[in-house]
């Protein structure tokens, strides 16, 4: 496919779509974003080891080409949690003037791994993998805000995991009252507030009301201004970030390919949550271009790596954003709040910033996928575990590194596992004994049925997934799985959204000779009694009459 961003292909194909009421509608999407964004901005940049203005930059710069050049609808670009402790790290060791440097190289590797249509390659990393170093940054996220939160003023924390925590321990009792009590009164009105207002974004609530108390209160908690002195809203021109040699370069390349794979990877998957939320189907090629060119933009103009944010995208779907003209609006939103905001947003207190922080530190942890993973095979946990404990104590390359070997070796195990149990286990062949062509079946009207040959693992099941379309007339979608002899982590998680989306649209799932093995996995992850004894059957014939039983029992419902 020839890569072509998504807004000008609705405005070439889909021009009906935008209307005046369209058009109000991602414009209100796209304010709501913004207010949603501009904390979290403020908050991540400082986590990074930035003055607030870069993150607030990265946000409109990158988050307008994002929307502008993207393969999907409705991302929202923008600085992310992820990105906090990688951005720190190369700040200690290169200098702000190395992270942009990194960034404008990660940039360019973005774009060439779309151009090189790489994007389908970033959907093969294992499910565990992903959850390990996810969870392990919301960990690490989480306890860089210690001092700000608690108030305990220190200097020069050491970034060492365990060594950090010592210190943190030892100076617990001298914690400031006054900025811990704001801390707290930050997170009781986030969690709080969308119980009755969910219009006004609860974190920017939160902002504004504890800066009023500390400001007319006087209380004794350290702001931005107090902390960093007096911040500068305007937007500068673009400029190199400094003379880039091949040295630099050189040096340069380990943390500028981890900023390019951690920004695909998450980009991609906000994408695919997106396409489940509207129904829709992203260019992952054209994203990785797009979030290139916003990276290599963000560079530019000073600020921070940029990706898809989950959180801020399913905002603006929750809010009615349907094209990219609200991502681009939150940016231009986002613009005017910086150029005219700024002197206000220096009295904003750091505790209340750290507070924001721990939610997006709670939220990225997505601690039901992780312990839901322990029901996976031993070789799925170890792979979790793995990653998530070097992403903690050690670093995210390295995490990443042995989380992919492990999971490959791990994998080529299991396929020995499999081929031992095939040739021993007779009742895999029954069905294909009897030669039971599907072209034979007499399939009812609105059944729709697939076949998966092989393993159900990660590479599988995402192929799987792209190739499932979302027939309109469909009632029921059998999976014949007779040829399916195991199913990892992440094959089980592709098989939950297909589900999902099965609820989502009122389609009732069955599953056809499910394997011994297969079953115990899904029974042990409770899949079984969620979709149902009587959804499982245990040939193609028996599934084909529990889906017409299905059909017809509707029909006369209906009737």
Same mark, same amino acid.
């Given at each position: 496919?020839?890569? #072509?961003?998504?807004?000008?292909?609705?405005?070439?194909?889909?021009?009906?779509?935008?209307?005046?009421?369209?058009?109000?509608?991602?414009?209100?999407?796209?304010?709501?974003?913004?207010? =949603?964004?501009?904390?979290?901005?403020?908050?991540?940049?400082?986590?990074?080891?930035?003055?607030?203005?870069?993150?607030?930059?990265?946000?409109?710069?990158?988050?307008?080409?994002?929307?502008?050049?993207?393969?999907?609808?409705?991302?929202?670009?923008?600085?992310?949690?992820?990105?906090? &402790?990688?951005?720190?790290?190369?700040?200690?060791?290169?200098?702000?003037? +190395?992270?942009?440097?990194?960034?404008?190289?990660?940039?360019?590797?973005?774009?060439?791994? +779309?151009?090189?249509?790489?994007?389908?390659?970033?959907?093969?990393?294992?499910?565990?993998?992903?959850?390990?170093?996810?969870?392990?940054?919301?960990?690490?996220?989480?306890?860089?805000?210690?001092?700000?939160?608690?108030?305990?003023?220190?200097?020069?924390?050491?970034?060492?995991?365990?060594?950090?925590?010592?210190?943190?321990?030892?100076?617990?009792?001298?914690?400031?009252?006054?900025?811990?009590?704001?801390?707290?009164?930050?997170?009781?009105?986030?969690?709080?507030?969308?119980?009755?207002?969910?219009?006004?974004?609860?974190?920017?609530?939160?902002?504004?009301?504890?800066?009023?108390?500390?400001?007319?209160?006087?209380?004794?908690?350290?702001?931005?201004?107090?902390?960093?002195?007096?911040?500068?809203?305007?937007?500068?021109?673009?400029?190199?970030?400094?003379?880039?040699?091949?040295?630099?370069?050189?040096?340069?390349?380990?943390?500028?390919?981890?900023?390019?794979?951690?920004? +695909?990877? /998450?980009?991609?998957?906000?994408?695919?949550?997106?396409?489940?939320?509207?129904?829709?189907?992203?260019?992952?090629?054209?994203?990785?271009?797009?979030?290139?060119?916003?990276? =290599?933009?963000?560079?530019?103009?000073?600020?921070?790596?940029?990706?898809?944010?989950?959180?801020?995208?399913?905002?603006?779907?929750?809010?009615?954003?349907?094209?990219?003209?609200?991502?681009?609006?939150?940016? =231009?939103?986002?613009?005017?709040?910086?150029?005219?905001?700024?002197?206000?947003?220096?009295?904003?207190?750091?505790?209340?910033?750290?507070?924001?922080?721990?939610? &997006?530190?709670?939220?990225?942890?997505?601690?039901?996928?992780?312990?839901?993973?322990?029901?996976?095979?031993?070789?799925?946990?170890?792979?979790?575990?793995?990653?998530?404990?070097?992403?903690?104590? /050690?670093?995210?390359?390295?995490?990443?590194?042995?989380?992919?070997?492990?999971?490959?070796?791990?994998?080529?195990?299991?396929?020995?596992?499999?081929?031992?149990?095939?040739?021993?286990?007779?009742?895999?062949?029954?069905? &294909?004994?009897?030669?039971?062509?599907?072209?034979?079946?007499?399939?009812? #009207?609105?059944?729709?049925?697939?076949?998966?040959?092989?393993?159900?693992?990660?590479?599988?099941?995402?192929?799987?997934?792209?190739?499932?379309?979302?027939?309109?007339?469909?009632?029921?979608?059998?999976?014949?799985? #007779?040829?399916?002899?195991?199913?990892?982590?992440?094959?089980?998680?592709?098989?939950?959204?297909?589900?999902?989306?099965?609820?989502?649209?009122? &389609?009732?799932?069955?599953?056809?000779?499910?394997?011994?093995?297969?079953?115990?996995?899904?029974?042990?992850?409770?899949?079984?009694?969620?979709?149902? /004894?009587?959804?499982?059957?245990?040939?193609?014939?028996?599934?084909?009459?529990?889906?017409?039983?299905?059909?017809?029992? #509707?029909?006369?419902?209906?009737?």
């Amino acid at each position: 496919m020839i890569l #072509r961003p998504k807004l000008l292909t609705l405005l070439q194909n889909r021009p009906e779509e935008f209307t005046s009421k369209r058009i109000a509608k991602d414009l209100s999407a796209g304010l709501v974003v913004a207010c =949603v964004a501009l904390p979290l901005s403020i908050a991540l940049a400082i986590a990074s080891g930035v003055t607030p203005e870069k993150g607030l930059i990265t946000a409109v710069v990158a988050g307008f080409i994002i929307s502008l050049l993207g393969g999907s609808r409705v991302q929202i670009g923008g600085p992310t949690g992820a990105f906090v &402790v990688i951005v720190y790290g190369i700040i200690q060791e290169f200098g702000l003037a +190395g992270l942009l440097t990194a960034t404008l190289m990660a940039g360019v590797f973005l774009m060439l791994m +779309g151009l090189l249509k790489f994007g389908a390659f970033i959907k093969f990393i294992p499910y565990p993998v992903t959850t390990g170093f996810t969870s392990g940054i919301a960990v690490v996220l989480f306890s860089t805000q210690m001092n700000d939160f608690f108030g305990l003023g220190l200097q020069n924390i050491p970034s060492d995991f365990f060594a950090k925590w010592d210190v943190y321990l030892h100076h617990l009792a001298a914690f400031n009252p006054q900025t811990l009590s704001v801390g707290l009164l930050t997170l009781a009105i986030i969690i709080f507030w969308p119980k009755k207002w969910r219009a006004f974004p609860g974190s920017l609530a939160a902002l504004i009301i504890t800066t009023l108390l500390v400001k007319f209160a006087r209380l004794d908690v350290a702001t931005i201004t107090s902390t960093f002195g007096q911040v500068d809203g305007t937007l500068v021109m673009p400029h190199m970030p400094g003379e880039i040699s091949f040295e630099t370069v050189r040096k340069l390349l380990p943390p500028a390919f981890t900023i390019a794979f951690l920004a +695909g990877i /998450e980009s991609l998957l906000s994408a695919v949550v997106a396409d489940g939320m509207i129904g829709k189907k992203h260019r992952s090629n054209m994203e990785l271009v797009a979030t290139g060119a916003a990276n =290599v933009a963000s560079a530019l103009f000073g600020g921070l790596p940029a990706t898809g944010a989950i959180a801020r995208t399913a905002t603006n779907i929750e809010n009615g954003g349907r094209t990219p003209v609200a991502g681009m609006a939150h940016s =231009v939103f986002l613009l005017i709040m910086m150029v005219c905001l700024m002197k206000y947003i220096g009295l904003i207190p750091m505790t209340s910033l750290a507070a924001i922080l721990f939610l &997006v530190a709670y939220r990225m942890s997505d601690w039901r996928s992780f312990t839901a993973l322990f029901k996976a095979p031993a070789s799925d946990i170890a792979v979790l575990l793995t990653t998530f404990t070097l992403t903690v104590v /050690e670093d995210l390359v390295v995490a990443i590194e042995f989380g992919l070997v492990l999971a490959a070796v791990l994998f080529m195990k299991r396929m020995a596992d499999v081929y031992q149990i095939k040739n021993t286990d007779d009742d895999i062949f029954d069905e &294909v004994r009897r030669k039971d062509d599907i072209d034979s079946k007499i399939i009812a #009207r609105h059944v729709s049925v697939y076949e998966i040959n092989g393993p159900f693992f990660f590479g599988a099941a995402n192929k799987f997934l792209d190739s499932l379309e979302n027939h309109k007339d469909c009632k029921v979608l059998i999976l014949r799985m #007779r040829s399916v002899p195991a199913i990892d982590a992440t094959g089980f998680h592709a098989l939950e959204r297909i589900y999902a989306r099965c609820q989502k649209d009122g &389609v009732q799932l069955i599953l056809s000779h499910v394997q011994k093995h297969v079953f115990k996995t899904l029974e042990k992850y409770g899949f079984v009694h969620k979709i149902g /004894e009587d959804h499982i059957c245990k040939n193609i014939d028996a599934s084909l009459m529990r889906a017409e039983s299905i059909v017809s029992g #509707r029909q006369h419902f209906m009737e």
